[in-house]
């Protein structure tokens, strides 16, 4: 009878927390990086400054 042998991830101590948080940092990047395509910015009409002051 043969054995097999069990897989075990590699041996590299903080590779798996590593890998986890650079797939967070990457999704929160993706995120904003798509939100910001996505965003469709418009320039408004400029108001007259009299209409803005408080004049008394």
């Given at each position: 009878m ?16 590593m ?30 400054a ?7």
């Open positions: 043969s054995r097999r042998r069990r897989l075990s991830p590699p041996w590299l101590p903080g590779f798996w927390p890998v986890a948080f650079l797939l967070l940092l990457g999704s929160v990047f993706g995120y904003y990086y798509g939100l910001a395509k996505l965003t469709r910015f418009e320039k408004l009409p400029l108001e007259p009299a209409k803005t002051a408080d004049k008394p």
